[in-house]
């Protein structure tokens, strides 16, 4: 379906009661960002865009969505309308971790998929912009898959490619095309996906490093953490209602209790802290994190966090051949077990 028939169907579902709400992208005020749209009103659908600079993985906000639904119900029984959803390749991985840990049931959503030829980087295409074009009035910006260009005159005028601009996470995509979906936007990518023993490339030559200068790297990295846990926040596979790594303040068990909740991190901004923080988030996203790459944009002091998870998804890969996301209907890796798994890491 092409994008107005798309809206239009999410026009009419949502009209006749038939969906609860539709998340989705629109413009932002800075014409190089999409923020995402979550609306029940049929009018704003109007606003629905689905250009490359739609990045943020939309999943991350279902998990709340249906778990204050749940909150909310009075019979465990009652028949909830879907959440229109619209998911491009690697976040419908996302969506099936949350579906295999039975955070999400399948019948309250609405895939709307968006097959993917890459995702534009805000960053990159913004500072382009400024050192390419002649007028730099943002209404005469135009970013689609072909590139960056700049409005002169009524016509389009070429300043960056597209792969000038393209986020690198999609040069190991394993994805293109969403995994399931309700209804597609236009065309699937004809493209092969990169296969599964190219995806770690950039983690196979960090690997080859020494291990005092790997520790070197990641100690610098970490000791500019400002723990502000926007990384946390942002990961469609961080949701735990409380998180032991991140709490803001301590509290007692029970009210006027002099015993309090205790959490394996102090808060406090210091190499030790921060390692112990970002290591123990790795290997809790140990066959869960999807590569969609959230933390890494989140991030503000740009730690390059999704080196660090993809080299414990290199090590899920090569010892359990296991690809995070990529059947909804699977057991978890952290639940499977068989007597011809590897047991290497075991000591005589």
Known sequence: MQTD????????????????????????????????LITSSAEELEELDF?????????????????????RRRDPEEHYKPTAVV??????????????????????????????RG????????????????????????????????????????????????????GYCR??????????????????????????????????????????FWSEQFSRCIRCYACKNICPACSCQECSLAKDTEQPLVADAKVRKTFWLGKQQ?????????INRALHLAGRCVSCGECERACPVGIPLLLLYRSVAKQVFDNYDYEAGMDGEAEPIMTRFSTEDSEDFMEE
Request: glycine share 4%; proline share 6%; aromatic share 8%.
């Open 87 to 116: 998911l491009r390749g690697c976040h419908s991985r996302a969506l099936n971790v949350l579906l295999q840990e039975k955070l999400i049931p399948r019948e309250e959503l609405f895939v709307v998929g968006l097959p993917c």
């Open 175 to 216: 994805t293109p095309n969403p995994l399931f979906y309700d209804v597609l936007v236009g065309e699937p990518v004809a493209e092969e996906p990169v296969a599964a023993e190219s995806q770690f490339k950039d983690v196979e030559e960090f690997l080859k490093k020494p291990v005092e200068e790997r520790w070197r």
């Open 119 to 170: 995702v534009a980087d805000p960053h990159k295409a913004q500072t382009l912009w400024h050192a390419r074009a002649e007028n730099r009035d943002h209404r005469n910006v135009v970013i689609d898959e072909q590139g960056l260009f700049e409005l002169r005159n009524g016509q389009k005028v070429r300043l960056a490619d597209f792969e000038e601009i393209s986020d690198e996470c999609h």
């Open 270 to 278: 210091d190499p030790a802290n921060n390692a112990a923080y970002h």
């Open 5 to 36: 028939e798309i809206k239009k169907l999410l026009a009419d579902k949502l009209s006749k009661g038939e969906l609860r709400a539709v998340i989705g992208y629109r413009r932002g005020t800075n014409p190089f960002f999409r923020r995402p």
């Open 51 to 71: 250009s490359p600079l739609g990045v943020e993985n939309l999943s991350t906000y279902i998990t709340d969505t249906v778990r204050k639904r749940r909150a």
